[in-house]
């Protein structure tokens, strides 16, 4: 079965803190990953996206790793900032469809 | 242009309304997404347009009636509501992909709509 799976489900740090955020996965066949930020209330944004032959990407303070022989994915936040409170989200497309993940919650407090 | 526009922001509507939700994306993607979202879950796929005609719908309830009048435009019509169908309804648009290729989708950032 197509599944993604994200932990923790939620997670509270404190501001300039960094936090790392996993995400499994068994779709096949694969192809990328993608990591998306959604505020609350609003449509998700796209952090990056993971090819099968990339191992690490950064976007800022984010940084994504992919490990396609393990099926693993993590999102790396460095010095977080309060801006950086959202669900972040783990989806990988099968066909014309997409699999998401369940998110995890990350909430930054001053 | 990278940005994908929903109208209304937020819609109260009642069970008897027939109401419609827009979106319009001008990025030339031919691929374009319906998805519902409750609060605290992610996004469930409703319906995919490729190629301005159908090519999924996830067994949605026929009160919600999709429509792609043209490559930037995707309505989702909306009669009889029940309030459970009370949600974030997302747009999104893609490039239309290959077989072992896809391509980024870009969403819209939403309609709120409460079914009272």
């Known amino acids: 079965k197509n599944q993604v799976e994200q932990s923790p489900q939620s997670l509270i740090i404190l501001e300039g803190k960094n936090c790392t955020l996993q995400?499994?996965?068994?779709?096949?066949?694969?192809?990328?990953l993608r990591w998306y930020k959604q505020d609350t209330g609003r449509g998700p944004v796209s952090l990056t996206i993971?090819?099968?032959?990339?191992n690490t990407k950064s976007n800022g303070r984010y940084t994504a790793t992919l490990d396609a022989d393990t099926k693993q994915s993590s999102l790396h936040i460095t010095a977080s900032q309060l801006s950086d409170s959202a669900s972040y989200i783990c989806?990988?497309?099968?066909?014309?469809?997409?699999?998401f993940g369940p998110g995890t919650r990350l909430s930054v407090l001053p | 242009d990278t940005e994908v526009t929903q109208t209304p922001k937020h819609l109260v509507m009642g069970m008897t309304n027939k109401k419609s939700l827009k979106c319009e994306q001008h990025?030339?993607?031919?691929?374009m997404y319906w998805y519902k979202q409750k609060a605290k879950k992610p996004p469930e796929l409703m319906f995919v347009?490729?190629?301005?005609?159908?090519?999924i719908n996830e067994s949605v309830p026929s009160r919600f009636s999709p429509e792609c009048p043209n490559s930037s435009l995707l309505n989702l019509h909306l009669h009889a509501l029940q309030p459970e169908d009370s949600a974030l309804y997302l747009c999104?648009?893609?490039?239309?992909?290959?077989?072992?290729?896809?391509?980024?989708?870009?969403f819209g950032p939403g309609t709120r709509l409460t079914v009272t």
């Open positions: 999104a648009s893609s490039q239309v992909g290959t077989s072992g290729r896809s391509y980024e989708q870009y």
């Open positions: 995400c499994n996965y068994t779709v096949s066949p694969f192809s990328n």
């Open positions: 993971m090819t099968f032959s990339e």
């Open positions: 989806v990988v497309p099968y066909g014309q469809n997409f699999v």
């Open positions: 990025m030339g993607h031919r691929a």
């Open positions: 347009y490729s190629y301005e005609k159908l090519s």
